[in-house]
T-cell receptor, first 113, second 116 residues
Framework: AQSVSQHNHHVILSEAASLELGCNYS??????LFWYVQYPGQHLQLLLK??????LVKGIKGFEAEFIKSKFSFNLRKPSVQWSDTAEYFC???????????FGTGTSLTVIP | EPEVTQTPSHQVTQMGQEVILRCVPI?????FYWYRQILGQKVEFLVS????????KSEIFDDQFSVERPDGSNFTLKIRSTKLEDSAMYFC??????????????FGAGTRLSVL
């Protein structure tokens, strides 16, 4: 069965620190990959997505992610976080043959001013 | 920017009661979904709906659950006889047609269901 693992459950950073959140998935076929963010009290918002092509994808608000097929990973990065990045971050995978999303457990990011 | 809207934001009900959670997907979208997130756990897929029928459903989506698109704008999730373990945040999502568009799901803010 497909699964998505996010290794960091809670990350605390100071402003301007660099961020990397891990995401690994298990699925043998072609997948589409996503990162969603949920700010406190708000809905899940799409940060970035990967379907095919350049494995380094750029999203909104300075976030980027790199798809490494050999490692089944899609890690999220940001070179310099801001207090406003405090939120819950979810990695999600959907097989190319279906449209059901498989989510990771989420990573709670707290940025200290 | 168009949004998926969900009502109510919080629903409290007694065990055994029926609840209907409501969602208004983005207007030109064709695929509709329900997910749930039990506190402290991951977001889990419940069901997807396309062309007025269920296209996929998970093991969680048993006979107690049903979905409906009663008119051109609403998409509802009904739980017939709620159990304590149904307490969770329920998210509605929608996506457009086309090979890629259908894979980009837009989520609502969720309805928190509390079963007492």
């Amino acid at each position: 069965a497909q699964s998505v693992s996010q290794h960091n459950h809670h990350v605390i950073l100071s402003e301007a620190a660099s961020l990397e959140l891990g995401c690994n998935y298990s699925y043998g076929g072609t997948v589409n990959l996503f990162w969603y963010v949920q700010y406190p009290g708000q809905h899940l918002q799409l940060l970035l997505k990967y379907f095919s092509g350049d494995p380094l994808v750029k999203g909104i608000k300075g976030f980027e992610a790199e798809f490494i097929k050999s490692k089944f990973s899609f890690n999220l990065r940001k070179p310099s976080v801001q207090w406003s990045d405090t939120a819950e971050y979810f990695c999600a995978v959907t097989p190319n043959t279906g449209n059901q999303f498989y989510f990771g457990t989420g990573t709670s990011l707290t940025v200290i001013p | 920017e168009p949004e998926v809207t969900q009502t109510p934001s919080h629903q409290v009900t007694q065990m055994g009661q029926e609840v209907i959670l409501r969602c208004v997907p983005i207007s030109n979208h064709l695929y509709f979904y329900w997910y749930r997130q039990i506190l402290g756990q991951k977001v889990e897929f419940l069901v997807s709906f396309y062309n007025n029928e269920i296209s996929e459903k998970s093991e969680i989506f048993d006979d107690q659950f049903s979905v409906e698109r009663p008119d051109g704008s609403n998409f509802t999730l009904k739980i017939r006889s709620t159990k304590l373990e149904d307490s969770a945040m329920y998210f509605c999502a929608s996506s457009g047609g086309g090979a890629r568009a259908k894979n980009i799901q837009y989520f609502g803010a969720g309805t928190r269901l509390s079963v007492l």
